[in-house]
């Protein structure tokens, strides 16, 4: 029997834009989206999907290899066939039909990673109200690697604030950072440092903004741990984990703290 259903959100992005009016590839990790799903699914939760435009995810090519799964070829290649053939990850919702079914129904929330989120979950006005309901409602927020970057759109001008990160106006960007729910929170995300290889390696570029740049501007308590090194931080409802390798300890997290959750209303 269920012991009650989890929100997965998930991000359509599949480029990025890099300074020079540029983009690069990216998408969802891998790793991130699967581990915590597959790992609350055997805890007994129900996972429900819901993206944007209500596809699937794309899997950014860097994180499709057994390198992040310990190296370990079986357990990526179990990661890649339920990815793509289990029904909790090809049954996906828009993110509005979920708003309009209720969200009273579900324990908590999950976002994974990978660079996409900064693309589209973080200016979703539709995820904004999904987060300021999980919030008020003190119910499991937990959020992965890039992922921590999408809880700004909570905030009332998200558009806004992410604009102005990319044109460089730190002190707009202040501005329209205020009323977020999340801050003094303390919380982590994928580090400057950590970026870095990304940016050199994949986007052949720099992004506009660092993550915890962003999240601090907002008000959010940000500090990381050592690069590429588990690192998961709690604090009230929310759970933030700071890269690839945080998946197994961040869905641990969760877990924990949705069996503390009351039953949803």
């Avoid at 440092?193 to 990304?198: A, L, N, T, W």
């Amino acid at each position: 029997m269920s012991k009650g259903k989890v929100l997965v959100v998930g991000s359509n992005a599949t480029r990025i834009e890099i300074q020079g009016e540029r983009t690069g590839p990216t998408g969802q990790y891998l790793n991130e989206t699967v581990v915590p799903v597959m790992a609350m699914i055997d805890a007994g939760y129900d996972v429900v999907l819901a993206t944007p435009d209500g596809t699937r995810p794309h899997i950014d090519p860097a994180s499709d290899s057994a390198q992040h799964f310990g190296g370990d070829e079986k357990a990526f290649q179990r990661a890649r066939t339920f990815f793509e053939s289990d029904a909790s990850m090809n049954n996906v919702r828009t993110l509005r039909s979920v708003i309009e079914a209720g969200l009273g129904d579900y324990f908590g929330v999950f976002v994974p990673g990978g660079q996409a989120p900064v693309v589209d979950l973080m200016q979703d006005a539709e995820l904004g109200e999904i987060l300021r309901y999980f919030h008020t409602s003190k119910k499991p927020t937990a959020l992965l690697c890039h992922g921590p970057i999408a809880s700004l759109a909570a905030l009332p001008d998200a558009r806004g604030y992410r604009a102005a990160l990319i044109a460089g106006d730190g002190a707009k960007a202040a501005e329209l950072g205020k009323g977020w729910q999340y801050t003094g929170y303390k919380m982590t995300v994928f580090s400057a440092s950590e970026e870095k290889p990304i940016e050199q390696h994949i986007l052949h570029g720099k992004l506009y903004f660092t993550m915890p740049d962003a999240l601090q501007m907002a008000g959010g308590d940000v500090t990381t741990g050592a690069d590429f090194e588990p690192n998961v931080i709690i604090d009230r409802e929310l759970i933030t984990g700071q890269n690839p390798r945080s998946d197994h300890p961040i869905a641990s997290a969760l877990i924990a703290a949705l069996e503390r959750a009351s039953v949803p209303a």
